[in-house]
């Protein structure tokens, strides 16, 4: 019994000393709130595409007469420098050409035609101006022979008479006659040069639609070629290749100002205001980073057919521009937009 009590007591005084030397676990103090003074920052990020601000498109020429597929038979290569009205594409003319030549035959030939009729009227006109002469002198001497009546015999007065009265009937027929004449010469000229001016048109559009087929570049900048169907593919328009009118063959744009075009959702649109700067990323150059700045934007959202998100159009001007850069490249603009305040209850 009393050795129980010793093993007690042994247990309860190791369990005391166990119980004083335990360490007092740390106090963790709770984070203090964030101070409210300055605001808090959030991004907006939008996807665009990159463009020229200054910028033309070259067609194939839209010519007069001429149907079907034209022949491209020079082009400048890709990525070129150019200066305004430098050469940048030329069609094949040997249609044109062609039509050139007949047009100018016909002209000279009608021009012939119409020196030739001028100078038959004229002749014609000198003949019928003598016989009407000779008609009128024919008219005086029957006046003056019938003067005579009282000195001539009956049958002679009667037969001046009928004398007179034949060339009095035949100076107002010649007269009547010749401004019939006289209106026809000149209509027929008039048609001969009506056809010669037509020629002339002719000939002129041909020259025409000749310089057309000659492509120059209306400002200076840098060419990119554009993508077209040729071949049952997609690709670049190359020398030989049969393009049709109205096709875009390249591109002149100046890379010296480049601005972004960008979608941007409606709720977004609070963030876009003046002067507001952004960071423009590219996805074909990543370490490439320029900076932006708010340009305008659309001022009527719209959404898709059937979707009821809307968003409107915003463009970003780059502050510096690189020599890689070429439009239609996609990127991404990052906006630091102030978070909106909580609204207090």
């Known amino acids: 019994m009393t050795l129980k009590v010793c093993q007690a007591a042994a247990i309860t005084s190791l369990l005391i000393l166990t119980s004083c030397s335990r360490s007092t676990p740390p106090v963790t103090h709770a984070a203090e709130p964030p101070s409210t003074g300055a605001r808090a920052k959030r991004e907006v990020r939008l996807t665009g595409i990159l463009e020229a601000v200054h910028s033309s498109k070259i067609l194939v020429p839209q010519i007069f007469s001429q149907g079907g597929p034209m022949t491209l038979t020079k082009l400048i290569p890709n990525g070129s420098r150019v200066k305004?009205?430098?050469?940048?594409?030329?069609?094949?003319?040997?249609?044109?050409?062609?039509q050139a030549r007949d047009a100018q035959a016909k002209f000279e030939d009608l021009g012939h035609q119409v020196e030739q009729k001028a100078a038959q009227n004229r002749a014609d006109a000198e003949k019928r101006v003598s016989d009407l002469r000779q008609a009128e002198a024919d008219l005086a001497k029957a006046v003056i022979e019938l003067q005579k009546g009282p000195v001539l015999s009956e049958i002679d007065r009667q037969k001046t008479d009928v004398r007179l009265q034949s060339a009095r009937t035949h100076v107002e027929s010649l007269?009547?006659?010749?401004?019939?004449?006289?209106?026809?010469?000149?209509?027929?000229?008039?048609?001969?040069?009506l056809q010669r001016d037509r020629q002339k048109v002719m000939l002129d559009r041909t020259k025409s639609n000749m310089a057309r087929l000659e492509l120059r570049t209306p400002l200076a900048g840098m060419v990119a070629h554009q993508n077209l169907y040729?071949?049952?593919?997609?690709?670049?328009?190359?020398?030989?290749?049969?393009?049709?009118?109205?096709q875009p063959i390249l591109s002149i744009f100046d890379p010296s100002e480049m601005q972004v075009r960008c979608a941007v959702g409606e709720p977004d649109g609070a963030h876009l205001t003046a002067g507001i700067k952004a960071t423009v990323y590219f996805d074909a150059y990543p370490d490439l980073v320029l900076p932006a700045h708010f340009e305008f934007a659309s001022p009527v959202a719209s959404s898709a057919f059937g979707s009821p998100i809307k968003s409107f159009t915003a463009v970003f001007k780059l502050d510096k521009t690189a020599p890689v850069l070429m439009p239609d490249l996609s990127a991404a603009v990052v906006i630091d937009a102030p978070a909106q305040e909580e609204k207090k209850k």
Request: hydrophobic share 30%.
């Open 84 to 98: 305004e009205g430098d050469l940048v594409a030329v069609f094949d003319a040997t249609q044109q050409i062609d």
């Open 175 to 193: 007269k009547k006659s010749t401004a019939a004449h006289d209106k026809s010469d000149q209509a027929s000229i008039r048609i001969l040069e």
């Open 230 to 246: 040729r071949n049952n593919s997609m690709g670049h328009a190359q020398e030989g290749d049969q393009l049709y009118r109205g």
